[in-house]
């Protein structure tokens, strides 16, 4: 399932959003939206997280932060879970409150007035209040003519940005009588509002990690494709192609190593995977792992593998690959199982389109900000 891309930055600005299940309010009343508060001096205190700005709406939250150190999960698991417990032992309830875990985007500098902006209008937009500086579940008090001070809240970083607090104050003013179009659709891959820089130091933090299942990412561009991964084990092995992309070959170890060969070797995704292979893509998942485990302990199968993969490589990079070896023994079932059937072979079945796994239609990240 597609996921949207968690970056933790040193010295990171943060936009974070959380929502709460639905038909459940987040805040009932002033005591809880207190006892959320309270807990921003606590994250300062425990992991130094900075808090520039925050609204607190009936069903979820806004907060600017910054964090120092590269921590936003483990203050956000304090707040989120500290939060969650105090509220169910009031409303004598059990079970999560919020929705899913958090969403966050990655914020340049130069973003980080006007989404202040954006969230201290939040209020206006819901038509929960005409005037922001009143609305008192929000950081706007602070950053107001009346300069309400709010523990735990700094402003003098955005203050300093904008200009100054009157320049401030006259930025939310113009804001309020002529809104500005929302910033999301210059949001590059649901993770990041900045420049090239940022976007930079993003894509340092995620290493190697694989983000061919990232929501916003999509495939990478690769020289294989999955259909000739399977070309090419079926050339090498000798096992019909039915039998690799068929369902009813579950046991064909020869069919494992090549949804094995694929998730490896390929830009595609499980779900892709799943949909040549006929099956959903957790099941990719599971067969992926089985022959991780099963290499592991095979030396012969481990040889088998290096032998397609080194094939498939040249073949990505448009080179020959290897002759194949002659009398080459095919993959049959896997090891400590028992064959499909016994006598003859089975003849390969008929071809059969795959029945596309069926998604749940999920909202789209942005729609949460």
Known sequence: MARPLRVELPGGLYLVTARSLPRQRLFRDGEEVGDFLS????????????????????????????????????????????YTSRVNARRRR??????????????????????SVHVHLNPVRGRLTADPWSYPESSARAYGPGCEPVPGLVTGRVLALAGGRPAYVQRVEAALRDPPPPPWPQVWRQTVLGGEELRRRVLEAVGDRDLREISGFGSRPEGLSPAQVVDWVAEQTGVPVAQLTSGKFQRVLARKAAIYLARKLTGATLREIGELFGVDYTTVHMAVRRVEELRARDGSLDGLLVSLEEGLRQLGAGG?????????????????????????????????????PRTKKRKDQLDLF
């Open 39 to 82: 807990r921003l001096p606590d994250l300062a205190e425990a992991f130094g997280v900075v808090c520039h700005g925050f609204c607190l709406l009936p069903s979820h939250y806004h907060i600017l932060l910054e964090t120092p150190q590269a921590n936003l999960s483990r203050a956000l698991h304090r707040l989120n879970a500290g």
């Open 320 to 356: 020959s690959p290897p002759v194949p070896e002659e009398g080459r023994e095919a993959p049959g079932a896997e090891p400590g199982t028992e064959p499909e059937t016994g006598g003859a072979p089975e003849a390969p079945a008929p071809t059969r389109t795959p029945r596309p």
């Open 94 to 115: 059990k079970g999560p409150l919020l929705r899913s875990r958090y969403r966050s985007l990655v914020v340049g500098d130069e973003w980080l007035v006007p989404l």
